[in-house]
């Protein structure tokens, strides 16, 4: 089964610190990686992604870390706002699979003032 | 320029019954994916309506049904509702079967 394990399940930074967030996938075959952010009452959001061509991508305070060859990919927050407390997913698709998305198991952010 | 567009927003419902959830995609797009998301889990692909026709599905049994209108907005019905069907329900529009989901504030359906 296609499976992407992200973690940690929940994490606590003070304002201005950097937040880092981990996944973990099994199937070669997925060529994109988005991650989304998801507030209370909300659809998830896309935030940034990055294919496996590139190892880093940033996009101002977000940026996302790939290695292919440790299957593994990460989200960086830089200076974390407590506006940016939201649950947090990674994701993975193929293009074979019509794009479907495999979900982390999510993150929960909660930045302090 | 309007989002993805889901009603209900909130919907209880007695197990056994039937329901229907309806999704208008964003502006532009004309394909429409529904996932499932649990409390505190993310969320998982339920299935993917392209050209009026079902492209793709996740494991979900037959309870699960949908249908795509020539307009592109779409429906998810579920039939013989259980317990465990209680979850925000996530309509996600696209152009194509491509990346780029847009998602909508999902129906939260909760099954007494």
């Known amino acids: 089964q296609q499976q992407v394990k992200q973690s940690p399940q929940s994490l606590i930074v003070q304002k201005g610190g950097i937040s ?8 070669t075959a997925f060529d994109y990686f988005p991650w989304y952010q998801q507030f209370p009452g909300k659809g998830p959001a896309l935030l940034i992604a990055i294919r496996p061509d590139v190892s880093e991508k940033k996009e101002g305070r977000f940026t996302i870390s790939f290695n292919k ?37 999510g993150t929960q952010l909660t930045v302090n003032p | ?16 019954q ?16 529904w996932y499932q998301q649990a409390l505190g889990q993310g969320p998982q692909f339920i299935f993917q309506y392209y ?18 209108f020539p307009n592109y907005s779409s429906e998810l019905n579920v ?8 979850a925000l329900y996530l309509c996600a529009s696209s152009l194509g079967i491509g990346d780029g989901y847009t998602f909508g504030s999902g129906t939260r359906l909760t099954v007494v």
Do not use: W
Not at chain 1, 20 to 27: D, H, L, Q, S, T
């Open chain 2, 51 to 68: 050209e009026e026709e079902e492209r793709q599905r996740g494991n979900f049994p037959d309870r699960f049904s949908g249908h795509q």
């Open chain 2, 1 to 16: 320029d309007a989002g993805v567009t889901q009603s209900p927003t909130h919907l209880i419902k007695t197990r056994g």
């Open chain 1, 20 to 27: 880092i967030i981990n996944c973990a996938y099994e199937n």
């Open chain 1, 69 to 105: 060859s440790a299957k593994q990919f990460s989200l960086h927050i830089m200076d974390s706002q407590p506006g940016d407390s939201a649950t947090y997913f990674c994701a993975a698709s193929t293009v074979r699979s019509g794009s479907r998305l495999t979900f982390g198991e």
């Open chain 2, 79 to 86: 039939n013989a509702l259980l317990l465990g069907d209680s």
């Open chain 2, 18 to 33: 039937q329901v229907t959830l309806r999704c208008s995609p964003k502006s532009g797009h004309d394909t429409v994916s």
